[in-house]
């Protein structure tokens, strides 16, 4: 059988819909932020609420995450894409109907599973359409949508269709549709492993006729790894992204409008840094790069927090620090875990490393924020943030170089390419 050569037609265009699909991924879970302030006042929430909120679908998000990456290694990647992205669609037009918290946290669990299930299985699906000198940028832009269109164009959307809509509950009503076109697209696109060239990692090849079992992805050092650095990440993105509206309306004193555009600044510098940073990662590797990347992100939430209201600034520091966590995230999460394990675990190796993550940084956290806000003072919920950032940075500090231009494997696109050595 002669190998598959990678098709540049159909990289393009399954990173675009993995990308919008994230995006609304994205959108569905964190418009829920920005919005929360107009939904506390007629369903009788407070901030412990908020972080129950966001935890459950955190959690489970992560557990679904757990069982269906590798599922998706089993069953294919298609058929999870488009089933996940129908039904987390329908649970975004369900939150617009709930009338209390019950609901609404059951709701967001039935979201937390699907979205769990299409992410570690997209960012599988995306490194099997790229070639390894794309991998990391290719990654890096499927996974930039997520802020992009949940943090970034999220706040605004939400506080400006407030202003045109009767209420908050039909700005979740509308984002049904958006989900339906787009698992049509999925559905006609997005091929199946086998019928793409044969994925290779960077740091191990799979021992010949061994069937891996998901248990096996934890043997492996930088999977480990990852899944503590990544809890320290998303500790840090999830509970900025949930608390800093009420933070900046409630503690600093700053109008809704404004809050909406500084917010904005999380959303934009995440979108900027997984497009930058992945692709930086190809050329310098993938450690040295997240490093930088994380201290960075510490020095600009320092900042952040002893910053008053001044618009601008605001927006900029929080631009800064989601430019170097989420763009770390974006290489935790998907290059480096895929790239570290053989073909036949990626999905599983993706799904634990998201799951483990999302039940600590997205689930655990901000309910652990939501507490600290209502008992000790919003304002403290940075400090917990930054703490995620330290734990990040400690442990990408061990990780091994899985960069193909650095860990020695050549693009088979190249004909003089070389398959890497055994593990």
Request: charged share 10%.
């Amino acid at each position: 059988m002669t190998t598959k050569e990678y098709d540049v037609r159909y990289e393009r265009s399954a990173v675009l819909l993995l990308s919008l699909g994230f995006g609304l991924v994205g959108l569905d879970r964190w418009i829920i932020s920005p919005l929360f302030p107009s939904m506390m006042k007629e369903l009788g929430l407070d901030y412990q609420d908020l972080g129950n909120i966001i935890g459950v679908l955190g959690l489970a998000w992560g557990a679904s995450s757990l069982l269906m990456g590798g599922l998706s290694d089993r069953l294919g990647r298609r058929k999870i894409l488009v089933a996940s992205i129908v039904f987390f669609s329908v649970c975004s037009l369900l939150t617009g109907l709930v009338g209390g918290l019950f609901s609404l946290l059951m709701v967001r669990v039935i979201m937390g599973v699907t979205e769990g299930a299409f992410s570690p299985t997209a960012v599988a699906a995306t490194a099997e359409a790229s070639p390894p000198r794309r991998r990391g940028l290719n990654m890096g832009i499927q996974q930039s949508t997520f802020a992009l269109f949940g943090v970034g164009l999220g706040p605004i959307i939400a506080t400006q269709l407030l202003r045109i809509l009767p209420s908050w509950h039909w700005v979740f009503a509308i984002m049904l549709l958006p989900g339906l076109v787009l698992a049509w697209f999925v559905f006609r696109t997005i091929r199946e492993p086998h019928q793409l060239p044969a994925f290779e990692s960077a740091v191990v090849a799979a021992s010949p006729g061994e069937k891996p079992r998901w248990l096996d992805v934890f043997r492996y050092r930088n999977i480990r790894l990852a899944i503590l650095a990544l809890c320290g990440a998303m500790t840090c993105i999830f509970v900025l992204s949930a608390m800093v509206p009420s933070y900046l309306v409630d503690h600093q004193g700053i109008g809704t409008t404004q809050m909406g555009v500084i917010a904005s600044g999380i959303g934009f510098g995440a979108f900027a840094g997984q497009l930058v940073i992945p692709g930086l990662s190809d050329r310098f590797g993938r450690k040295p790069v997240v490093v930088t990347a994380l201290l960075m992100a510490m020095a600009m939430l320092i900042g952040f927090i002893f910053q008053g209201p001044v618009v601008p600034l605001l927006f900029l520091l929080l631009f800064f620090i989601a430019f170097g966590a989420n763009g770390c995230l974006a290489l935790l999460a998907g290059t480096v875990t895929v790239e570290s394990v053989p073909a036949g675990l990626m999905g599983a190796a993706a799904g634990t490393v998201m799951g483990v993550a999302e039940i600590f940084g997205g689930g655990v956290a901000p309910s652990v924020a939501g507490y600290l806000a209502q008992n000790h003072g919003i304002e403290t919920v940075l400090y917990l943030a930054l703490g995620g950032l330290v734990l990040c940075v400690v442990a990408a500090s061990f990780l091994q170089e899985t960069a193909p231009k650095k860990a020695g494997l050549t693009d088979p696109a190249d004909p003089a390419a070389k398959a890497p050595a055994g593990a």
